[in-house]
């Protein structure tokens, strides 16, 4: 199969090799050369390749030296305790570590306490237990101040049992836990997890890597990254993770992993972020931006290796639901790329939603398995999505597209309305622009196990490359189909005709609109014949083909598209609420008309 690659102008501060999505380039629209502005990079065996990424510059520290130091901000010593290379703050306050110390820092303050500790220059190394590790206090705030280098390594054997006695992370709490400060802070998690708290935990500001032979980063109750740079690696484990979805006592509820601003890194060898009850992301202002980028997963992890056994290592996963809101999401991961599960029992005594909900940002994604899969309902509102290879790009129950623009590639499906966990499901599109290309095989651009509703928006569907082949279309619905307004284009045919409403006008080419492999209806008016029998052509030789791969244009009255087909089509068709009786419709391709067509009626058959 010929590879396609995204132009992407919008992301190009990500270094890539590989392939360069970001790259500029132009075509002419001859046979061999590249169409431009394509999405359609591949399949999802092939998904390393399209996102084969550069990692960011490494955050490297050098190592404090020095004799170790604490001191508190009111000169007072009776906040610390030692005992050996034991040192145990005990109150409420602010202490400042530097230096090295071969020992561990505990907080052990009263339930009430906030205790802060500024790092200016520590390197903390301990082998028994969490270098770090708060017992007790209301919540602690660990500062990297602004110029300096922090280290904290866990240099215990990996976790073999559980054990109360023992920290679960190189920096570890049984408290609220906010990281911060202008400064550079790396952990090393050898035991099990880099960063570890059984309840809330914020990263503001820092600049932060954190390495876990489990999970890089784990709070129980909660994850907030509202800034700053954060490189988290997983060995064996999740990326960031939640664990619990119960209420507080306060009426919160636990388990969202939300990112608000920043730049956050996550290489993982299971799934990148992993949340007990939400994930989502959004800019909590100009000023902070937000870029997330995932990989995730044997096939790109750099801790890939055979002994593990499979396990989820997807990109996103959330129990309940996913939200996108704005920022930048780039995902590579061996197993759906954007996951939320249906019917989880969660500890607030619900079940989970399975919900997807992409409000804005650009979303960049390449999967070995799906590219967006909702058990519930998926709906995409507005944003950029590109689904550069995939099996299925769009998976849901219900899929419902309200605007946003959307690229999608799949080796497999397209757009795929399963029932998976209701007895029925639909596709609904009301706004926005689809573009859908798949792979040659028993494959369809849109699949619909139950209905679709077409009411306004752009859709570009293609079916398989090459000659037209039975039962793999553009489109493919079980049951009732319906477009009341918007715009289908349609490459390679149409399992079923819609019921086209008042105003609502159809043209293609003979047979686009018919049943291919049986059934279908008419289309406006009456008229369409079947298509022509016999096998399925790869594409080759991109002038062996009616509509040729290439740069298109279709221009007209109320409609002015551009688009890319990066393989040969048989068969065109449109339904249009924008088609205008007795005025002329140009396909072109690079400036050549390739149909040109009258809307003499309701429904034409262009020559």
């Known amino acids: 199969m010929k590879k396609r690659f995204l132009l992407l102008p919008i992301l190009g501060a990500f270094a890539l090799t590989g392939c360069d999505w970001f790259s500029s380039s132009s075509s002419s629209g001859d046979d061999n050369t590249t169409p431009t502005n394509t999405v359609h990079a591949g399949n999802a065996y092939d998904y390393t390749s399209q996102i084969n990424l550069t990692d960011p510059d490494d955050i490297v520290v050098t190592e404090p030296t020095g004799e170790f130091a604490i001191a508190q901000s009111d000169g007072l010593t009776d906040g610390v305790t030692v005992e050996g290379n034991v040192y145990t703050i005990t109150k409420a306050g602010t202490f400042t570590l530097s230096g090295k110390l071969e020992g ?81 802070l790396v952990v090393s998690g050898n035991y099990n997890n880099g960063v570890h708290t059984t309840k809330d935990l914020t990263i503001q500001k820092l600049t932060l890597k954190t390495t876990g ?103 996103l996963k959330a129990a309940n639901e996913i939200i996108i809101n704005s920022g930048k999401v780039q995902i590579a991961a061996s197993d759906d790329a954007i996951h939320a599960n249906y019917g989880d029992v969660l500890e607030n005594s619900e079940t989970g939603l399975g919900n997807i909900t992409v409000n804005g940002g650009v979303i960049q994604i390449a999967s070995g398995d799906d590219g967006l899969h909702a058990d519930n309902t998926l709906n995409i509102k507005g944003g950029t999505i590109y689904v550069t290879g995939s099996k299925e790009g769009l998976e849901a129950n219900y899929i419902v597209i309200d605007g946003g623009s959307t690229y999608v590639y799949g080796s497999d499906d397209g757009v795929n309305a399963a029932k998976k966990s209701f007895s029925s499901c639909s596709f609904t599109m009301n706004d926005g622009y689809l573009d859908i290309a798949i792979a040659s095989g028993d494959t369809d651009g849109i699949d619909s196990n139950g209905t679709v509703t077409i009411a306004g928006g752009t859709i570009i569907t293609r079916g398989s490359p090459g000659t037209a082949r039975d039962m793999s279309t553009g489109l493919d619905v079980d049951g009732a189909c319906t477009i009341t307004g918007g715009t289908l284009i349609a490459f390679n045919g149409l ?113």
């Not at 937000?290 to 593990?308: A, N």
């Not at 088609?579 to 391709?589: C, D, F, G, N, Q």
Request: net charge negative.
């Open 213 to 315: 032979y489990n999970n890089a980063i784990k709070g129980k109750d909660s994850v907030t990254i509202t800034s700053g740079t954060v490189h988290a690696y997983a060995q064996t484990g999740n990326g960031i993770k939640t664990e619990d979805s119960d209420v507080s006592d306060k009426g919160n509820q636990r388990g969202t992993i939300s990112v608000n601003g920043g730049y956050v890194y996550v290489n993982s060898l299971h799934d990148g972020l992993d949340a007990s009850y939400n994930v989502e992301i959004s800019e909590a202002s100009e000023s902070t931006p937000t870029t997330l980028f995932v990989k995730c997963g044997k096939k790109s992890s750099v801790y890939s290796s055979s002994t593990f056994v499979a396990d989820s290592e997807k990109g």
């Open 495 to 607: 399992e079923k005709a819609p019921s086209a409403g008042t105003g609502v006008k159809y043209a293609g080419t003979s047979g686009a609109n018919s049943g291919n492999g049986g059934g279908g209806g008419q289309p406006p008016g009456g008229g369409g014949g079947n298509p022509p029998g016999g096998g399925h052509r790869a594409a080759t030789s991109p002038g062996s083909y009616t509509f040729p791969a290439g740069n298109y244009t279709l221009k007209g009255e109320n409609i002015d598209l551009s688009f890319a087909n990066d393989y040969g089509y048989e068969k065109f068709c449109i339904y249009s609420s924008s088609l205008v009786s007795s005025k002329t419709y140009t396909l072109a391709r690079s400036n050549t008309t390739v149909k040109s067509w009258t809307q003499s009626s309701n429904s034409v058959t262009i020559s």
């Open 104 to 184: 561990q820092v505990v907080v052990n303050a009263s339930s009430s306490d906030v205790v802060e500790i500024d790092l200016e220059g520590v390197s903390i190394s301990y082998n028994a237990d969490s270098p770090i590790k708060v017992v007790s206090a209301d919540k602690v705030e660990i500062s990297a101040k602004k110029g300096t280098e922090n280290m904290i390594t866990d240099t215990r054997s990996h976790k073999s049992v559980d054990s109360e006695d023992q920290g679960e992370g190189a920096l570890s709490a049984k408290t609220d836990l906010k990281l911060k400060g202008a400064g550079t």
